[in-house]
C-alpha cells in the first residue's frame, strides 16, 4: 500500500500541527528562554515543511491517491501479511495467561503450517525451538518469561 | 603497554573465544541468508549479549558484523541474491561470473579480499581512534553539536537521493528521542501518562521492529510459493588468486581506502561504501566494457570496500559517539547499556576495553579465512534452509529478544509499532537508517543545541566561533546547500546513480 505523496504530506503537516499543539502544555521557567519545548518545535516545523515540499510534489505528480501493490488484492499473500501483527498481537494478548512455552509453541506451529511446512518437520521443530528459546532466555538469561499456566510444572 | 596486556587477558579467555566462535557462525548464517542483513543479526545479539559482560558482548558484535558483510557474497554469486545489502552493488557482476564458470574464483576473490580489506580498516581503526580521542578531548557543546549536526546530515546526504524523504525520517527519529524525560528540565514529555515511556523508546526493541520485524514483513508476502534453491557446488577457489592480485593490487588498495573514509563519516556504511567504489572502479578501469559481464575488477574493489568500512564505522562511534552507521549505532546503545559511554573519555579511563575491541576486530578478520573456507563449502547446505520455518523462528526470537529488553510486554508492543512504521516508511521510499541515527543521537544533539543557545544567548552565528565548530559548521551548512539545490533541481542524480 503506497500513499500519494500529496496525502501523505498532508497528513505529516497534521501530524507536526499535532505535535506543536502539545509542546504547548510543556511548563516555561521564569528567565529560561530556551526550555523543553524548543527543540521538539523545531522537529514539528522541519516535518511540517517536508509535508508541504511532499504535498507540492504530489500535486504536480497527480497520481492516484492510494495505490495497492498486487499482492493485497490475493487473499492468501494477504493473510500471509497480517499473520506475522496477529502472532505478535497474539504473544502480546496471551502470553501472560497461557505463559510462554505454549504460546510460543502454537505461535510457531501456526506459521509453519500456514507457510506449508509438512507437519512431521513443523510440529518436532516448533517444540524444539520453543524449549530452545525458553532455556537459552529463562534458564541461562534468567529473562522472567511468563509462566502462565505452566505455573505448577516450572 | 598494561592496557595491551590486561586486553590480551580480556579477550583470549575460554568464555569470550567461545562467544566469538558462536557469533561467527552465526554471522556466517545470516549474512549468507538473503533478507538477513547484518544490522539485523546485530540487532538480534544485542538481547543475548545484553546479559555479558561488555568485551564478549562486543566481541559478539564485531565478529557477526564482519562476518556477516563477507557471506553476503556468497547467495550473491550463487543465486543473484545479495545476503546483505553490502553486496548489492557488485551482485550482478559475481552472478555474471558464475554464469561464464568462474564461481571458484569469484568465491576466493571475495573472501580473500573482504579479509584483507577488513585488516586495513581495522589498522586504520587502531591507528586513527586515539589520535582522534586525543584531539577529542578539548572539545566543548559547540564542537559537539556540529559533530553531530554533520553527522546526521551525512546520514541523509549519502544513503538517499530525495533529500525531502531523508530529512523526514531524520526528524522523525529525533522526535522519537524527545520522548521521555527532558535532558533539561526534566519534565516528561509525550508520554501520555505512560510510565513506561518516561524512559524513552526502548532503542532495542526499536531496531529490532525497525531492522528484524519490518524485514520479516517483507519477505513474507512471497514465502508460500518458494521453491527449492539449486546451487553449485564450490571447487579449488584459491586458485589463480594470485594472478588476480598482482593485476588487480591497486583496485585493492583503492577500494579499501574509500570503504575506510565512506566508514568512518558518520552515517554511511558499508553498502554505501560498496556502491561508490564499485562505479570509482568503473570509471577510472583500463576497460570499462567489461564491467557488467562477469569482470573480476570491480568486485575487487568493492568487496574490499565494504569490509573495510566496517572497521572504520568504529572510529565515530568511539571517539564521539556518533555511529558510523547503522551497525554502530546499534553498538553505542550497546555502550551505554554497559556503562560505557563512549567518547574521548573511554581511550583514557577503561583504554583496555578499546584495546581488546581491537584484538577482536583482528581475530574476526583472520578467522574470516577459514570460517568463510567452510561456509563457501558448505553453503549448498545452508542455503538450503527452508524460509518457511526460519524466518517464523526469527519472528519469534525478535518477540523473545525485545521482551527481555524490558522484561515486559511493553518491549514486544513497541517492537511491534516500529516494525509496522518501518515497513511502511520503506514502502513509500523513505530511508530507515537516518531515524535510526536520529534516535540515538537526538539526545546529544538537543543538549548541546540548548546549552549553546544558553551560553551565547541565542546568537547562532557565535556557534561558529570556535575554529573547529566553525569548519565543522561551515561543512555542515555546505552540505545542506547543495542538498537544497538538489531538491530545487531534482533531475540531477546523486553519487549513487553514477
Known amino acids: 500500500m503506497r500513499l500519494n505523496d500529496a496525502l501523505l504530506g498532508a497528513l505529516l503537516i497534521g501530524f507536526a500541527g499535532w505535535v506543536w499543539w502539545l509542546t504547548g502544555f510543556f511548563p516555561r521557567f521564569p528567565g529560561q528562554d530556551y526550555g523543553p519545548n524548543l527543540f521538539p518545535r523545531i522537529l514539528a516545523a522541519g516535518i511540517g515543511l517536508c509535508g508541504v515540499a511532499l504535498v507540492l510534489r504530489g500535486l504536480w505528480a497527480r497520481g492516484p491517491l492510494i495505490s495497492l501493490e498486487d499482492w493485497i488484492r490475493d487473499p492468501a499473500r494477504l493473510l500471509s501479511f497480517l499473520l506475522l501483527p496477529g502472532a505478535v498481537l497474539f504473544y502480546i494478548f496471551f502470553s501472560d495467561w497461557l505463559g510462554f512455552i505454549p504460546t510460543a509453541f502454537v505461535l510457531l506451529l501456526t506459521l509453519f503450517l500456514w507457510f506449508r511446512a509438512r507437519p512431521v518437520v513443523a510440529l518436532p521443530v516448533a517444540a524444539g525451538m520453543t524449549l530452545l528459546m525458553h532455556w537459552l532466555f529463562a534458564g541461562l538469561m534468567r529473562v522472567p518469561l511468563p509462566r502462565g499456566l505452566m505455573d505448577s510444572f516450572l | ?498
Open chain 2, 1 to 498: 603497554m598494561e592496557p595491551l596486556i590486561q586486553a590480551f587477558g580480556l579477550v583470549f579467555d575460554p568464555f569470550v573465544l567461545a562467544v566469538i566462535a558462536v557469533s561467527a557462525l552465526f554471522g556466517m548464517f545470516v549474512g549468507a541468508m538473503p533478507g538477513l542483513t547484518a544490522t539485523m543479526a546485530t540487532a538480534l545479539l544485542v538481547p543475548v549479549t545484553f546479559f555479558m559482560p561488555p568485551v564478549p558482548a562486543l566481541g559478539a558484535i564485531v565478529t557477526a558484523t564482519a562476518m556477516a558483510i563477507f557471506a553476503g557474497d556468497i547467495p550473491a554469486a550463487m543465486l543473484r541474491m545479495p545476503g546483505t545489502p553490502a553486496s548489492a552493488a557488485y551482485t550482478d557482476e559475481s552472478y555474471a561470473m558464475t554464469q561464464k564458470g568462474q564461481l571458484n574464483l569469484n568465491m576466493g576473490v571475495n573472501l580473500v579480499f573482504s579479509v584483507a580489506g577488513g585488516l586495513i580498516g581495522v589498522a586504520v581503526l587502531i591507528a586513527a581512534a586515539p589520535v582522534l580521542a586525543e584531539f577529542a578531548l578539548n572539545f566543548s557543546s559547540f564542537e559537539y553539536f556540529w559533530l553531530a549536526c554533520l553527522g546526521l546530515t551525512c546520514a541523509v546526504f549519502l544513503t538517499n537521493a530525495d533529500p525531502v524523504k531523508g530529512f523526514l525520517s531524520l526528524f522523525i527519529g529525533l522526535l522519537l528521542a524527545t520522548i521521555g524525560i527532558d535532558p533539561s528540565a526534566g519534565f516528561p514529555r509525550f508520554t501520555f501518562g505512560e510510565v513506561e515511556l518516561m524512559q524513552g523508546v526502548n532503542f532495542i526493541a526499536t531496531m529490532i521492529g525497525m531492522f528484524a520485524v519490518s524485514e520479516l514483513l517483507r519477505g513474507v508476502t512471497s514465502l508460500r510459493d518458494t521453491g527449492q534453491v539449486i546451487v553449485q557446488q564450490v571447487g579449488n577457489m584459491f586458485r589463480g588468486l594470485g594472478d588476480v592480485a598482482r593485476r588487480y593490487w591497486f583496485n585493492f588498495l583503492r577500494g579499501s581506502a574509500i570503504g575506510t573514509v565512506i566508514g568512518a563519516l558518520p552515517g554511511a556504511g558499508a553498502d554505501i561504501a560498496a556502491w561508490i567504489s564499485y562505479a570509482v572502479s568503473k570509471r577510472f578501469s583500463k576497460e570499462p566494457e567489461k564491467f557488467g559481464t562477469g569482470h573480476v575488477e570491480g568486485i575487487v574493489d568493492s568487496t574490499s570496500a565494504n569490509n573495510s568500512a566496517l572497521g572504520s564505522a568504529w572510529i565515530p562511534a568511539l571517539v564521539f559517539g556518533i555511529p558510523g552507521d547503522s551497525i554502530t549505532a546499534i553498538v553505542i546503545g550497546v555502550l551505554y547499556m554497559k556503562g560505557m559511554n563512549p567518547g574521548p573519555t573511554v581511550f583514557t579511563e577503561n583504554p583496555q576495553l578499546i584495546y581488546a575491541v581491537f584484538l577482536i576486530f583482528i581475530l574476526a578478520n583472520l578467522i574470516m579465512l577459514p570460517l568463510g573456507w567452510a561456509a563457501i563449502k558448505s553453503a549448498r547446505q545452508v542455503l538450503r534452509t527452508p524460509r518457511n520455518i526460519l524466518l517464523p523462528v526469527i519472528l519469534l526470537f525478535c518477540i523473545v529478544g525485545s521482551f527481555a529488553m524490558t522484561n515486559s510486554l511493553y518491549g514486544v508492543a513497541i517492537m511491534l509499532v516500529m516494525g509496522l512504521f518501518g515497513w511502511f516508511l520503506e514502502s513509500h521510499g523513505i530511508p530507515v537508517a537516518p531515524l535510526i541515527l536520529g534516535l540515538v543521537l537526538g539526545e546529544m544533539l538537543e543538549q548541546t543545541f540548548v546549552q549553546n543557545m544558553i551560553k551565547t544567548d541565542g546568537n547562532l552565528i557565535a556557534f561558529f566561533s570556535r575554529p573547529i565548530a566553525g569548519a565543522l559548521g561551515i561543512a555542515t551548512v555546505l552540505i545542506w546547500a547543495i542538498m537544497i539545490l538538489r531538491v530545487l533541481r531534482p533531475t540531477r542524480g546523486g553519487i549513487l546513480r553514477a
